[in-house]
């Protein structure tokens, strides 16, 4: 499957943006979808997963309360609504993806894990003004 990570953007501190991760194939719910994000000069982080058909979601403490991430069946999309956005919230996005029948069984393990997902698509930037 191939992923492509869109809506990012300039915003003010406070202000929301809604990231989207459109996949090749459908349904898009035949797979464990994760958000990371890498700022300039550190590593990559987790943000929030969703497990398949939505059902375990997962969120980096950082931003609890703050992202939501959910599908859109009818878009075969994943999408993260940032909410409250801070200045350290500033990064490129990516999306990233493990199939049903590689994953089952260990997603509620490693949904955290980098090396758990085997597809990734090319990030989308998020800069955050104060």
């Known amino acids: 499957v191939q992923l492509q990570a869109s809506g990012g953007g300039l915003v003010q501190a406070e202000g929301s943006l809604q990231l989207s991760c459109a996949a090749s194939r459908r349904p898009f719910t035949n797979y464990a979808v994760a958000w990371f994000r890498r700022a300039p000069g550190k590593g990559r982080d987790f943000v929030a997963s969703i497990g398949w058909s939505g059902s375990s979601t997962y969120y980096a403490d950082s931003v609890k309360g703050r992202f939501t991430i959910s599908r859109d069946g009818a878009q075969n999309t994943v999408n993260l609504q940032m909410n409250s956005l801070r200045p350290e919230d500033a990064a490129y996005y990516h999306c990233?993806?493990?199939?049903?029948?590689?994953?089952?069984?260990?997603?509620?393990?490693?949904?955290?894990?980098?090396?758990?997902?085997?597809?990734w698509g090319r990030g989308t930037l998020v800069t955050v003004s104060s």
């Open positions: 990233a993806a493990k199939g049903y029948y590689a994953g089952k069984g260990s997603y509620d393990i490693r949904y955290y894990a980098a090396d758990y997902y085997d597809y």
